[in-house]
């Protein structure tokens, strides 16, 4: 340090010193330099990207909600059992499946309201059956039975049947539920297993209803007019 030096304050003598290093290392203040011009080039761009954006979103509308397609996919129908049991009494179709179907057979065979109920044909595949039991088959439609009278049930799933059959679908849901008695659950159980057109039925996987309702597989229409095979 020069004796004109030692006369600096700390400050002053810090800076100086600072000025001399820039002086004698003219590549790092090249350097600096440098990275300051690009921080600034940058910044300028990113403004002009942003002035070309939004230029370029003049005149564009927003989109109509009213004109985009609905892409989910429907679901099953559930329906209530007291409309069936009307339609099924005005409509008068179900008459010979009510004469074929006897509630005395079906109550003599009293089901438990935890039992598991399962049911199928001789010549039904058993990998069916399984898909069935594991709810892989989708159902089409559904009917929840609370609050019917056993007469209202008899006619619900009768027409809930007679339904699939005109759509040509083969399996449908019941939910008779699982109360303490299990008046309806024998009933459906009983009705199911006299019913021409039931292939399979089996209590539900629990994430749709457990022993309180039954997956039914039923026979397709082999001639429906509606459908070309």
């Not at 070309?52 to 509308?61: E, H, I």
């Not at 088959?137 to 007679?162: K, M, N, P, S, Y």
Request: net charge positive; hydrophobic share 40%; glycine share 4%.
């Amino acid at each position: 340090m020069s004796k004109h030096d030692s006369s600096l304050s700390k400050d002053q003598f810090n800076l100086l010193k600072a000025f001399k290093k820039q002086i004698s290392n003219p590549q790092a203040s090249a350097i600096a330099k440098q990275a300051e011009s690009q921080k600034t080039q940058a910044v300028a761009e990113e403004l002009e990207d942003t002035e070309l954006f939004k230029k370029a979103l003049l005149g564009v509308k927003p989109i109509d909600n009213q004109n985009i397609a609905d892409t989910r996919v429907a679901r099953s129908k559930k329906v209530d059992a007291q409309t069936l049991a009307k339609r099924a009494a005005a409509e008068g179709g179900a008459e010979q499946e009510l004469t074929e179907i006897s509630d005395t057979q079906a109550i003599l065979n009293p089901v438990a309201s935890q039992a598991a109920l399962s049911y199928r044909i001789a010549t039904l595949q058993h990998k069916v059956f399984e898909d069935l039991k594991a709810g892989k088959i989708r159902w089409f439609e559904a009917v929840d039975l609370h609050g019917c009278t056993v007469e209202q049930a008899r006619a619900a799933v009768l027409q809930i049947i007679q339904i699939a059959k005109d759509e040509n679908q083969n399996v449908i849901k019941i939910v008779h539920g699982k109360g303490p008695e299990a008046i309806l659950k024998t009933y459906v159980n009983g009705w199911l297993r006299q019913h021409r057109d039931v292939l399979a039925f089996v209590s539900a996987p629990e994430n749709q209803g457990g022993t309180g309702a039954v997956l039914v597989l039923l026979k397709r229409a082999e001639k429906n007019p509606k459908y070309t095979q």
